[in-house]
């Protein structure tokens, strides 16, 4: 099925590190959500966006939704260790039926430095 | 109340049976959605209930994979004939109604098909 293109594929933290990931689709989206996965848990929601261009903070977290509604991008800033996990973005069509359903990029695995 | 929640959290099966996951969503969520999450992969789509309208099963694979949901609560979700690219971790996730984009995810059911 259709997938959002999410990059880094995965990195290595080192703590008070700033951390940048992003997604871009060749569809538009009228919302695009970005979450968190820890191993043997569901996904939960970090950040949600709904306007073009619109720049959103959760504590640490900052992401925004590209003005072409295509792309959007997620900032971790003065990472901790606990921030090590699975991020995922996920573009939604509309609410509502398939229009609601999520299309989910990879993923970026967030791993310690050595 | 309590949060998704799915049962079992792990399936060990022969190739060629059959398996039913279950899938208690938030008392109250309308809104109810099963996604397939295959190793290192994001999360696919596979169908979505909103109360009683017929389900949208647009995202199922292949006609071994159907779901019910019983009294607008609980959902099941049955994959016949099991083969073992169906190995995955199969996620529910439920929202209190089709305009809201919040999807709370369970911790799923992790499927091995030997």
């Known amino acids: 099925g259709q997938q959002l293109n999410q990059s880094p594929q995965s990195m290595f933290i080192q703590e008070g590190e700033d951390v940048s990931m992003n997604c871009t689709s060749s569809?538009?989206?009228?919302?695009w959500l970005w979450y968190k996965q820890d191993p043997g848990e569901g996904p939960v929601l970090l950040i949600a966006?709904?306007?073009?261009?619109e720049l959103t903070s959760n504590g640490r977290l900052t992401a925004q939704f590209g003005i072409t509604r295509k792309d959007s991008f997620l900032n971790i800033s003065a990472s901790i260790p606990s921030d090590v996990g699975i991020y995922f973005c996920?573009?939604?069509?509309?609410?509502?039926?398939?229009?609601?359903?999520?299309?989910f990029g990879k993923g970026t695995k967030l791993s310690v430095k050595p | 109340g309590a949060g998704v929640s799915q049962s079992p959290s792990n399936k060990v099966t022969e190739k060629g049976k059959d398996v039913e996951l279950r899938c208690d969503p938030i008392?109250?969520?309308?809104?109810l959605y099963w996604y397939r999450q295959s190793l290192g992969q994001g999360l696919e789509f596979l169908i979505y209930?909103?109360?009683?309208?017929?389900?949208?099963k647009s995202g199922l694979p292949s006609d071994r994979f159907s779901a019910e949901r019983t009294g607008g609560s609980v959902s099941t979700l049955t994959i016949q004939r099991t083969q073992q690219e169906d190995s995955a971790v199969y996620l529910c996730?439920?929202?209190?109604?089709?305009?809201?984009?919040?999807?709370?995810f369970g911790p799923g059911t992790r499927l091995t098909v030997l």
């Open positions: 996730a439920s929202s209190s109604g089709p305009e809201t984009d919040t999807q709370y």
């Open positions: 569809s538009i989206f009228n919302t």
């Open positions: 966006l709904y306007k073009a261009g």
């Open positions: 996920a573009g939604q069509l509309g609410y509502g039926g398939s229009q609601g359903n999520l299309i």
């Open positions: 008392s109250g969520h309308t809104a």
């Open positions: 209930f909103q109360g009683n309208s017929a389900p949208d």
